[in-house]
């Protein structure tokens, strides 16, 4: 395991958060795989700042399975963290770190199993996909997926190493992401009249997809397998206002569905936009020629489903782990993405989502054993 925790040493130190660059990853890993004499190939965002990675070991006109995780990280700032969180900290068999369990632990294993993988290999490849800006919608492996779509080898199966406590999850709900901005009128709050209050309409917007969540728990698909079993809806974000004594002009807020096999996300968000322009905006409009209500879709991702394709992969990965119940995730991944190009898809990895996102992550020493353990049995199946 040593080599496995030095790899995540490194990998912990590459502060890549989202939006910023992860060329200085990037550039390790590919210079990590050339001295073992494999080559790999780049996807860049659109700016060339960040990149995605894939690169094959074995036969490369072949199927095989690729190992799937994103090299980005949330931010640490305002959290109470009691290590530096880019500086893997060892404490009582814990590796702490920023991207320990999310998902820098899972990568490191992947590299660490590179030897393994290539004097044992055979006649099925095993790929290496690292992508960038996963935790903001899955927004970089959709150019490496568009590429792989038209490949004639393109993998036969997907391991995307989400945290899951090396648990092997087969299902998770979709998500759409959106913004709304509500444009008023200026005035003095001693004669709110003869302004156009952003904020109290933003309000009531916010109260009806409130209302649409409600309408949801209650009379929506309903699938016993998720937590919770029903779409949810929550506005996550809003802001507005100069002055409490100042009629508002501008407030934008924003919000997201999560959604259950069945649901279409389209008719919530078609209703929110039948209420702002039918009951909403007429009533600005006597006040302020100019009000305007848009709605803007920042990110959307669709659900990973549990479906025959994925029976083999499922089987497999549960046989080498010696488990045959599968979970459902409570977040989301690429996994959605994958599939949707013909690539049967399961996420199962180190570290517990419980641990993410917050201050002092961690993932387990034994967890990383155990993932490196069922890596290297890919490839030489009891």
Known sequence: MQTAVELLRTL?????????????????????????GIGARRVYSSDGERANLYATIGPTQRGGICLSGHSDVVPTE??????????LTE???????????????????????????????????????????????CVGVR?????????????????????????VASAHKGKSAY???VRGLAGHSAQPQLGVNAIEYAAELVAFLRRGGRALQSSGASHAR????????????????????????????????RQVPGEDAAQLVGDLTAYAKQTLLPEMSTVFSDAAIDLEQLNAYPGLKDDASSEALKALCGGLLGVHDFATLSFGTEGGLFQAI?????????????????????????????????LTRLVTPS
């Not at 660490?112 to 290496?128: D, K, M, N, R, S």
């Not at 490496?144 to 406590?165: H, N, Q």
């Not at 996420?347 to 002092?360: E, F, L, T, Y």
């Open 226 to 257: 998720y937590d919770p079993p029903f779409s949810t809806v929550q506005t996550g974000k809003i802001r507005g206002g100069v002055a409490i004594n100042v009629v508002p002009d501008h407030c934008e807020f924003d919000f997201e569905i």
């Open 342 to 374: 013909g690539i049967p898809t399961v996420v199962c990895g180190p570290g517990s989502i419980n641990r993410a996102h917050k201050a002092d992550e961690y993932v387990e020493i034994d967890e990383l054993k155990q993932c490196y353990d069922f």
């Open 78 to 87: 305002g959290q109470p963290w009691s290590t530096d969180p880019f500086v």
């Open 143 to 167: 150019g490496l997926l568009e590429e792989l779509a038209g490949d004639a080898a393109k993998p036969t199966g997907c391991i995307i190493g989400e945290p899951t406590e090396m648990r």
């Open 91 to 137: 404490r009582a068999g814990r590796l702490f770190g920023r991207g320990t369990s999310d998902m820098k632990g899972f990568i490191a294993c992947v590299l660490a199993a590179v030897p393994h993988f290539i004097e044992h290999v055979g006649e099925t490849p095993i790929h290496i996909a690292i992508s960038y800006d996963e935790e903001i919608g």
């Open 12 to 36: 912990v130190g590459f502060q890549t958060v989202s939006r910023r660059s992860n060329l200085d990853l990037i550039d390790f890993v590919e210079g990590y795989l050339a001295g073992f």
């Open 179 to 181: 913004r709304c901005c």
